[in-house]
């Protein structure tokens, strides 16, 4: 009797496990599967590539679904990278800025069933959904604060690239300073490259023997370098994408957030509850809340300069300015 009851547990064990084994094989099934193409510069750039991949985790975490990415660093070409991903079976490949474009493309074109999101560039085939961002509106409000609390009307602008998504960056940040203050001069550079922390630094040196009191980089990790010098020389600073004050927090005076990592994670949810994306291009700016600003530290503003730039954004967000 009691072999039997022993077996009859045993059997019993055997039959739970079973079905809990089946169950999850099940879910892991219908788990939506997402692929991500970084940008170049890849994680650890504290800047757009970080935060695109706080949007992923989060709809890992929040919305059950898998994903999978690739680097540049480790797979040559982003042409490689998208490959792989397609041949996984993907519900949705997600390429990471505007370098990403041209490779998307042609493997876009080769799998038109496949459904693929490019965020900060613009593609006409059917099968790619774009996202890009109003980046001159929350750069004009850092002109504007610079040229505010600026003692030597001399400010500094450090792009990556020269392409049409940083030059709004530039042109955001050169239309607020001259809004606030006609007299101001804007240095501007372009680094040619986003990755190089070092050039960035000798950028940033440059601009402030030329007298530039704040230094804006959209550059990825090359103006994480800008950033350091800036600290190092004294001068202020403004971080961009992500909230960069923990970079230097005696120099950090705002940043300016663009939010790939809501994009990422709203388009995600999307798929997950729907299958599809609905939108083919998307726009985001102040008024979507697609670019905002973090916290202005380090810096005092009067009632009178705090109400100022809460005036531009509302105009900004009402479309009641435009930006040149």
Known sequence: MKRRWLFLMSLLVVVVL?????KSEEEKKERVKIGVMLSDAGLGDQSFSDIAFEGLEKARDELNITFDYRELEFTGTYKQGLEELVEEGQDLIIGIGFT?????????????????????????????HNITFKEDEG???LGALAAMKSDSNSIGFIGGVEN??????????????KQVNPDTEVLSVYAGN???????ASIAQDMIEQGADFIYPAAGFTGVGSILAAQEAGVYAF???????????DTIVSSMLKRVDTAVYQA???????????????????KENGVSLAPIRVVNLTAQEQKQIENLQQELADGQLTIK
């Open 18 to 22: 079973s079905a809990c084994s089946q």
């Open 100 to 128: 990403v474009q041209e490779d998307m493309e042609a493997v876009a074109a080769a799998n038109p069933d496949e459904q693929f999101l490019l965020i900060d560039a613009v593609s006409d085939l059917p099968n790619v």
């Open 139 to 141: 750069s004009y409000l």
């Open 164 to 177: 049409e998504v940083i030059e709004r960056f530039e042109t955001g940040f050169k239309a607020g300073a």
């Open 194 to 200: 986003f990755g190089d922390d070092q050039l960035g």
């Open 239 to 249: 971080g961009v994408d992500s909230d960069q004050f923990f970079l230097a927090e």
């Open 268 to 286: 995600i949810k999307e798929v997950s509850e729907t299958g599809t994306l609905s939108e083919k291009d998307k726009v985001l700016g102040i």
